[in-house]
C-alpha cells in the first residue's frame, strides 16, 4: 500500500513540512544501515482515539539507540510527547506512527563519529499487515534469524530488516503471505516483523527472547492477556515441527497485531480455522485498543483527534 502522507513530520523538536523531511544521500544511515525505529498503532475509541503502548515503544527506542551506542537528546517524556504533537498536528486517526533515529551527514567512513544523530516521528494512515483474516498461508524461511553476538536483534535497528526482507521477498516469491524464521541452531525464532505463538493442549507457547526474537510489545500484550484470562503461558524453546502439529498458530506484531495462520509450508493446522484461544485473545487485545474494553493494563495514551474510518488494505 503506498504511503498516505499527512502534513507534518516531527524533526529534532520541530514540526516541519512532509515534503522537507528529507535527508542527503551520504548520510551515515544510507551507506551502513545506521538508525533505530519504532512501529507504534493509534486506534480509534468511542470517545476520541488513543495510542497503544507509547512509553513501551519509545523505551525501546531508547534501548535500541544504547545498545548502538547512539546518543539521543531526548528523554523518554519527550518522546512520547513528540508522538502526541505530531498526531495531533496532522489531524489523522487510526494511524501508524514511525518514530526513527538515525546516523546523518557529516563524516564518510563506518565509524559514526562526526555523524550527528536526527529524530524524526511520522504519522500516516495504515491499514491491514496481514492478508487472509480467517488465517495467513505462510513458509518457513530458509534464512536463519540473526546469530547471536552478530547484530543485536533485542535493537530495532534498520540494518535488521536486509535479513527480515530476505524471509519476507522468499515467501513473497513462493506464493505464502509471510515466512517464519529458524535462529541459527534450528529453533523457531519470529516472522519477518511478527513474533510467534504457538497453542498446544491449551497451553501457550512463544519463543524466548534469546532465540533471537525481537521483544515485541505485542508480544508482551498477548503473554499478559493470556495469563489475565488465565491460561498457561510457556516461554520456551519451539522445535520447527511442532509448528506442524499444533493446534493453534498466530503472529503479533503492532504491524500485523494478532493474526492467525491457518498453514505453514501447505501443512494445514488444524481444521484450517482461528482456534479459541487465538480468538479470545485477539477479541480481547482488540477491545482494548478500540476502547470497547477497560485499559485495565494503562496501555492507552488519549490523542486530541476525531476518529476517521479505519483504513483496510
Ligand atoms: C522482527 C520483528 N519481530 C517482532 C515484531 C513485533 O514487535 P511489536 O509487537 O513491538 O510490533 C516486529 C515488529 O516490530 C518485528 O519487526
Redesign the pocket.
Known sequence: MPIQTTSKIWHNGNLIPWEQATIHVMSHVVHYGSSVF??IRCYSQPQGSAVFRLP??MQ?LLDSAKIYRMPLPYTLDELCAAVVDVIEANGVAPCYIRPIALRGYGEIGVSPKGSPMEVYIANFPWGKYMPGGDGADVCISSWNRLAPNTMP?LA?AGA??MN?QLIRMEADCNGYAEGIALDVNGLVS??????IFIVRNGVLYTPPLANS?????????VLTIARHLGLSVSEQAIHRKLLYIADEVFF?????EVSPIRSIDRIVIADGKPGEITRRIADEFFAIANGLKPDRFGWLTPVKVNAQEPVTA
Open positions: 519504532e512501529g513501551e515503544h525501546r536483534a530495532k535488521n530488516y527480515s519470529e516472522g519477518s516483523g511478527e513474533n526474537a525481537l521483544s515485541g510489545i505485542t508480544r508482551d500484550s503479533s506484531g503492532t504491524a500485523a
